[in-house]
């Protein structure tokens, strides 16, 4: 059996607030290691203390520059499993790269199957992450791989504010499924906005609402954001369509450029992320409120670590 002082948890240079929060709540003090960037943008890191024959967890998320967060992710595993823990397990709460889950045009790279070899070829043992973009991307692993739910965590910050008459909008077909699980917990109506994307451009085009949001308090939950926009047409739909007021909930607020502007000018009264990215380029606006996933993220390691099951986080 494992013991609680085989388990060491780090932190990468993307994730350092998280992770010590997540050792907070599990009364450890976070590895030591040190992470150098050269002048041409090479990386360096190093693990600061013996890590031989114990559990390692890697905190990472892999945003804010996407690329280096992914490659240092990558040489804390290789630098890890060299210095002969007995194993790696990365904990990435935000897989920015799970966009690129499909050939969907040609001549396109499936990134997402790329950043998944490329982890378990550094030599990582498992993958805990949250909310991915795709759920079936966890096939894309040879190795173990739980994705988390931000949503108990999301779902008790939104029920603390005693909304009644509310209804739960998905801004896409795609992510109704998991919008019905929020509805499902927050005893509350599903409406699904129909929206089409036809470029890069991260913009995207409402067409209709599916269900009704008349004289109701309507709640946008989305797996992320980056630029608001969806956010935002969305809300000015359901307003709109006879909403009384507009709320957001998200789990990873990627936040760039004019997403505070296009979130300041909508009828979006407050949004909620949790705190899975936290090197935003922006200053967020006093509508946005954070929920911290540390405690979610700090039972999963412990389960981990105790060879328990991880059902119970799953339980909705």
């Given amino acids: 059996m494992t013991r609680d002082d085989d388990l060491l948890v780090f932190g990468g240079s993307a994730s350092p607030v998280l992770t010590e929060n997540i050792c907070r709540h599990m009364g450890i003090q976070a590895g030591l290691g040190e992470v150098l960037q050269f002048s041409d943008g090479n990386l360096f890191v190093k693990v600061g203390e013996n890590v031989r024959g114990r559990h390692a967890y890697l905190v990472q998320s892999t945003v804010f520059p996407a690329n280096d967060h992914f490659m240092e992710l990558l040489f804390w595993v290789d630098a890890l499993k060299r210095a002969s823990a007995a194993s790696v397990t990365v904990v990435m709460p935000y897989f920015s790269y799970a966009k690129g889950d499909k050939k969907d045009e040609p001549r396109v790279s499936i990134r997402a199957r790329v950043c998944a070899q490329s982890i378990e070829a550094a030599g990582a043992d498992r993958v805990v992450t949250l909310d991915l973009h795709a759920p079936q991307i966890q096939g894309f692993f040879g190795i173990p791989v739980d994705d988390l739910y931000a949503l ?42 129909d929206k089409e994307r036809v470029d890069h451009s991260e913009a995207a085009r409402v067409i209709d609402l599916i269900g009704d949001v008349r004289d109701r308090h309507a709640l946008i939950v989305d797996d992320f954001t980056i630029t608001a926009g969806t956010l935002a047409e969305v809300a000015e739909c359901l307003i709109d369509k006879g909403a009384k007021s507009v709320r957001a909930a998200v789990s990873h607020g990627v936040f760039t450029g004019k997403a505070m502007h296009r979130l300041d000018m909508s009828p979006i009264e407050t949004l909620w992320v949790t705190d899975t990215v936290e090197n935003q380029p922006v200053e967020f606006s006093p509508k946005v409120r954070v929920a911290s996933v540390a405690p979610l993220f700090a039972e999963a390691i412990s389960r981990i670590h105790r060879r328990e099951s991880l059902s119970v986080l799953f339980d909705q």
């Fill in 152 to 193: 108990p965590t999301l779902t008790e910050a939104i029920s603390a504010e005693g909304l009644t008459d509310l209804v739960v909008v998905s801004p896409d077909a795609g992510f109704a499924k998991k919008a019905r699980m929020f509805a499902r917990r927050l005893d509350a109506p599903l409406a699904i906005a």
